[in-house]
């Protein structure tokens, strides 16, 4: 296994790339205006073993909060990088600057108005005038980000990319590129090297496509930046697991990551350790990958493991890559010589190769979340599995995605990718979806799960 070399980023007391060990980080659920919470759900994350700590900061308060949780943790010993989460509003970047080790913005809604799934025909002379819209509002950042001695993370996500660059490339791996190489260019040529780059979607196959392609692109401009790593709205449970380990793994056998987020519809310290694990297992799945036996397009891979969920990381890591690439279109996993097709059915379905059951789309949560998430997700998975039970068209519902979501950040853009979703729309109020559409707004939370299920049910029927 070649490991690609990139440059070393330093955000606050970490180093990120250039040979450091690979970060693992996770993201606070709570309100970012509440110290006391943020600062209590950040040291659980730090004692869990997270060496980044990120926070959403969807205004100037929760911006300017910041600086409170920060001093807080200080007090307490605790010196971990924090990073602050930007969404649509490149003022409040701006503010987090000043006070944090590092600061996401996402290309997809930094400049470019909320994705409305129009399509836009530009002109060459007008396409160049929003890119220089995006060149004179991100340039004074990046000054702020220098005087500060702030790293920044260029994230880009599937579920949030523009309409503009939906407009020019489509739903493809080369605009979700496209999107980050557009900031980046600027930063290389404002000779700003703090940067740290990740591309991230629900889909394993789009994510591993799309950060390879990023790669070979960077590699082809002379950059070499460090990536983060995740699967996001990976899910919960087995399942979440299993599809972040797919993903994540595919590519850190393949040498590519310097940092990791396991992202997890649970409580986020149980992330880290997850992601330790994956991190712990490269070299041993890179092997097994790279010594597999595939005969007439099946995968056979054998293992001797007592530990469930090591089991479930290892087979996942060792087999993503070969099945998103489609070098196999089946897979047999024995474990102490019994078969284990339970495992290997959820492992083909994170890799988009077989599906067998209902696909769940769903988010961690993070402060802009506000409604029950967890416990929503456990509503809708325990209705659907009374359902498939019940009904003559089970084969039906076990090919259905639906996608559960905290806000609208990913939400609409996810739901293009499910056939339904929920979304949270604001406190206990939630908006319905069917693939790109919203058919019900806004409506309390109360009744949105029942309503989710008579709209799929209708349809099947």
């Known amino acids: 296994m070649t ?104 290309p997809g809604n930094y400049v470019d108005p909320a994705r409305t799934f129009k399509h836009i025909d530009y002109s060459a002379e007008e396409y160049a005038d929003e890119l220089q819209k995006i060149e004179e509002r991100f340039i004074p950042f990046l000054n702020i980000c220098k005087e500060h001695h702030t790293a920044i993370r260029i994230g880009v996500n599937h579920g ?8 020019r490339y489509g739903d493809t791996p080369e605009g979700i590129v496209e999107s980050c190489m557009e900031f980046l260019r600027i930063c290389k040529r404002e000779n700003f090297t703090d940067v740290v780059l990740s591309i991230k979607a629900s889909n394993t196959v789009v994510m591993v496509q799309s950060v390879r392609l990023l790669v070979s692109t960077m590699d082809k401009e002379d950059m070499h930046y460090p990536l983060h790593l995740g699967v996001t709205e990976a899910g919960e449970g087995e399942d979440g697991r299993i599809k972040s380990a797919v993903g994540i793994g595919a590519l850190l056998t393949e040498g590519i990551g310097d940092t990791i987020r396991v992202s997890l519809s649970e409580e986020p310290e149980c992330e880290i350790p997850v992601a330790k694990k994956i991190v712990g297992f490269i070299d041993e799945c890179a092997s097994l990958r790279e010594n597999a036996s595939i005969e007439n397009d099946t995968l056979f891979l054998s293992f001797n493991e007592e530990n469930r969920e090591d089991l479930q990381l290892k087979a996942a890591m060792a087999a993503g890559a070969l099945l998103i690439d489609r070098k196999a279109k089946e897979l047999c996993i024995t474990n102490f010589d019994k078969p284990q097709q339970e495992l290997a059915d959820a492992i083909m379905q994170a890799a988009r190769v077989k599906f067998t059951k209902t696909e769940y789309i769903s988010c961690p949560g993070c402060g802009r979340t506000l409604y029950d998430l967890r416990g929503t997700i456990a509503k809708i998975k325990a209705a659907v599995a009374q359902e498939t039970a019940m009904s003559d068209k089970a084969e039906i519902w076990k090919g259905l995605k639906i996608g559960i979501m905290g806000c609208i950040v990913n939400g609409p853009g996810e739901m293009a990718d499910a056939d339904y979703g929920y979304v949270g729309a604001g406190p206990n109020r939630i908006s319905l979806y069917k693939g790109k559409q919203c058919i019900e707004k806004n409506i309390p939370e109360s009744e949105a799960v029942e309503k989710l299920l008579d709209y799929i049910k209708n349809d099947i029927k």
């Open 160 to 167: 949030s990319l523009s309409d503009r660059i939906m407009s």
């Open 3 to 106: 490991i690609r070399q990139t440059n070393q980023v330093h955000v606050g007391n970490l180093t990120i790339g250039g040979g450091a060990p690979i970060r693992v980080q996770s993201m606070t659920t709570t309100n970012t205006n509440d110290t006391a919470a943020c600062v209590a759900q950040a040291k659980r994350i730090i004692d869990a073993g997270g060496e980044l700590v990120r926070l959403t900061t969807q205004g100037r308060r929760e911006a300017e909060n910041m600086a409170n949780i920060s001093a807080a943790l200080k007090a307490e010993g605790y010196t971990t990088p924090l990073v602050a989460d930007v969404h649509f509003n490149a003022n409040v970047a701006d503010i987090a600057a000043k006070y944090c080790e590092k600061v996401r913005v996402n």
